[in-house]
């Protein structure tokens, strides 16, 4: 390693050819697999990759799932993102309130924790009766789904600030009620973050448990429809765009989180 | 002038009692002690003392059990920014810049921004700090932490500054050098100090009154002023001396208990 320009410019790839050796592997493995023909259900690599052209530009199939990746992709983004929306709006007060107020925490805390261990999947048949077949269904689900984390990593994040910090406050003349905001709320930022971080992550996750209400349109839709059609590229390529649809998502947030926690020693995602 | 006679801050006849589950301690009993406008006071004295509680019912943190806090002859009734607490692991707010912790204070008072800037200003320099005004707390050394934190209560317009062990947690050299520079703000400001501390050495060479206190149950055993002129030498014959008549009196608890 004499060359200085050399070991700076393998400093800069090997995070990247790390990060490639598991999933070229699996590929390999796939390859094999399905050309040894080890099973017969599940298609090659390379069909899935001229599949995954048709689905998001058409020119091959031409079928019915042909160029229609963005509108399913943008049809599930947004019961993704609005679900999750939606469930901050809901998380995040109830959160402070818990976190702050004893008589909140007696109140919600013991339901809440009862009824956190419930899968989303378990929800599914009742979300149906409830909110019908289709999109509200979605929404209500994807909501759920994200609600937790949220709620919990707020309501951490207000307990745990340092009692020395309202000390501080207090002797600098800030007291009362404008501690919560001068205080309480800077001091949670964290902690709250980390838990919207981890919810969009169970929104993505779940939005295939949340289209399976019936709705036309989304990712999960088309991945429930490939099962039913026993298209298994289908299934595989709804899959692989959840996958990276919900990485860029996760790494938009850290970029937003690193900016706006630039303050913060444990922050640096 | 009057100022110099009446006390600034009266503890008259101070005790603490801590009850802890099944457990009553006895943190401070039956404190006296009179602190002049621009006196310098060390407390000291084996941890369980009552130092570190004496210290916090002046901030107003927490309120005697029996007997009277004063400042300016009205109870004490919570904490104020009258009365400025730098803590010794810092408790700056990490989200803030070293600007911005010390400004809160002043913006908590309700000055005009430019107000604000302005004491900013002044204090940052004051502590010499203007290379790092935009730097968070957790990119700071411990040093700095803590010149932040002295800034952030001069900013405040404190006229009592109490101090609970705050050069405990840094390194010799920095400690000596943050001696020297809080004795010099000391002199410019005329401010009133009482400091916190388990150092002989430290109370010697920053106090011009030095109360020694000691445990089981934490009271005050003596007050002893100090007239050592200034800046004072600790490799002295005279501070020696000094140190160890008041180390004496840390440890006469101990004979007490062996008798």
Known sequence: ?269 | MAEATIPIVEIKDVSKIFQLQDQTINALSGANLAIRKGEFICLIGASGCGKSTLLRIMAGFETPSSGEALMWGKPIDGPGPSRGMVFQDYALFPWLSVRDNIAFGPAARGLSSGEVKATVDKFIDLVGLQKFATAYPHQLSGGMKQRVAIARVLANDAELVLMDEPFGALDAMTRERLQDELLEIWERTRLTVVFVTHSVEEAIFLANRVVVMTPGPGRIESDNALDLARPRDVASPEFNAIRRVLGAKLHSHHGKKAA
């Open chain 1, 1 to 269: 390693m004499g060359n200085p320009q050399a070991s700076a410019l393998w400093s800069r790839l090997k995070p990247v050819v790390y990060a490639a050796i598991v999933p070229l592997l699996l590929l390999a493995f796939w390859q094999v697999a399905t050309t040894q023909r080890w099973t017969l259900l599940i298609p090659t690599p390379w069909q899935v990759g001229e599949y995954m052209i048709d689905f998001a530009v058409g020119g091959v199939y031409d079928d019915a799932y042909s160029a229609t990746l963005l509108t399913h992709l943008l049809a599930s983004m947004g019961r993704v993102y609005g679900g999750f929306a939606l469930a901050a709006l809901f998380a995040l007060p109830i959160g402070l309130l818990i976190g702050r107020i004893p008589a909140a925490r007696m109140l919600l805390d013991p339901f809440l924790q009862v009824m956190r261990p419930i899968p989303v999947t378990a929800w599914l048949p009742l979300s149906m009766i409830l909110f019908g077949l289709g999109a509200k269904s979605a929404f209500a689900l994807v909501c759920l789904g994200a609600f937790y984390p949220i709620l919990l990593n707020t309501v951490f994040g207000v307990r745990a600030v340092d009692p020395k910090l309202f000390e501080a406050a207090a002797m600098l003349g800030c007291t009362g009620n404008a501690q919560f905001y001068k205080v309480v709320l800077p001091a949670a930022v964290p902690s709250i973050f980390t838990g919207l971080r981890l919810g969009l992550g169970l929104a993505w996750f779940v939005i295939v448990v949340g289209e399976m209400t019936g709705v036309p349109q989304g990712l999960g839709a088309v991945i429930m429809d490939g099962r039913t059609l026993s298209r298994t590229e289908l299934v595989i390529c709804g899959m692989i765009v959840i996958g990276v649809a919900g990485y860029l998502s996760d790494r938009v947030v850290v970029a937003i989180g690193n900016r706006l926690l630039r303050w913060s020693p444990n922050n640096h995602g």
